[in-house]
């Protein structure tokens, strides 16, 4: 039997497969920890952002392809940050679901289709792997980066005008504005 590095330590793994499940554990115990940190974790995927800003500046290359695929991502991902979990316009199986409302007997939490913790943990991924893109020469492609940038703003806009109709129709803010304050005195 082949001895290994890590013969001593009972916890160090033995195969690739073991590894890759130490190394998912100890990741998912890092990212667990942030969730309650949160204007610290927005202040790190800024700097990420800032970050790939300064590094496809400074690199000479257009990165426009790059540019063009995160924000196509970061779009999507707002738009299901934006969105209410159960769409009263699709009427999936016959069921007749609505939005929450403020009922006689309780009101109902607005549900997210991505929780804000996840939409985060995504932004932090797709800027990191577009970070490590800029460092592969190939992905570096020549387009004629204004018909890019016009066609994500239109985009954007129809994406966006889409979402606040639909925000409008079904009376719903995706926000919450801060804790409700009762006076007790009147």
Same mark, same amino acid.
């Given at each position: 039997?082949?001895?290994?590095?890590?013969?001593? @330590?009972? =916890?160090?793994? @033995?195969?690739?497969?073991?590894?890759?499940?130490? %190394?998912?554990?100890?990741?998912?115990?890092?990212?667990?920890?942030?969730?309650? /940190?949160?204007?610290?974790?927005?202040?790190?995927?800024?700097? +990420? +952002? #800032?970050?790939?800003?300064?590094?496809? !500046?400074?690199?000479?290359?257009?990165?426009? %392809? *790059?540019? !063009?695929?995160?924000? &196509? /991502?970061?779009? =999507?991902?707002?738009?299901?940050? +934006?969105?209410?979990?159960?769409?009263?316009?699709?009427? %999936?199986?016959?069921?007749?679901?609505?939005?929450?409302?403020?009922?006689? $007997? $309780?009101?109902?939490?607005?549900?997210?289709?991505?929780? $804000? /913790?996840?939409?985060?943990?995504? &932004?932090?991924?797709?800027? =990191?792997?577009? #970070?490590?893109?800029?460092?592969?020469?190939?992905?570096?492609?020549? *387009?004629?980066?204004? &018909?890019? +940038?016009? !066609?994500? /703003?239109?985009?954007?806009?129809?994406?966006?005008?889409?979402?606040?109709?639909?925000?409008?129709?079904?009376?719903?803010?995706?926000?919450? *504005?801060?804790?409700?304050?009762?006076? =007790?005195?009147?």
């Amino acid at each position: 039997m082949p001895t290994t590095i890590y013969e001593g @330590n009972p =916890t160090a793994p @033995n195969d690739l497969a073991s590894l890759k499940t130490l %190394v998912g554990r100890k990741y998912q115990n890092l990212i667990e920890r942030t969730i309650t /940190f949160l204007p610290h974790r927005w202040a790190a995927a800024a700097l +990420l +952002l #800032i970050l790939y800003i300064l590094r496809v !500046y400074t690199s000479g290359g257009g990165w426009y %392809v *790059v540019t !063009y695929a995160l924000g &196509i /991502f970061l779009l =999507t991902q707002l738009i299901a940050f +934006l969105s209410p979990k159960w769409d009263p316009d699709s009427d %999936v199986d016959g069921l007749n679901v609505s939005l929450p409302t403020k009922g006689d $007997e $309780e009101v109902k939490p607005f549900v997210r289709r991505l929780p $804000e /913790f996840l939409f985060w943990h995504l &932004i932090v991924k797709a800027l =990191t792997i577009a #970070i490590f893109c800029t460092f592969i020469p190939f992905l570096d492609l020549p *387009v004629f980066w204004p &018909i890019l +940038l016009m !066609y994500f /703003f239109v985009l954007f806009a129809i994406t966006m005008k889409n979402q606040i109709r639909h925000m409008i129709k079904h009376k719903y803010i995706p926000f919450t *504005v801060g804790k409700k304050v009762y006076n =007790t005195r009147d």
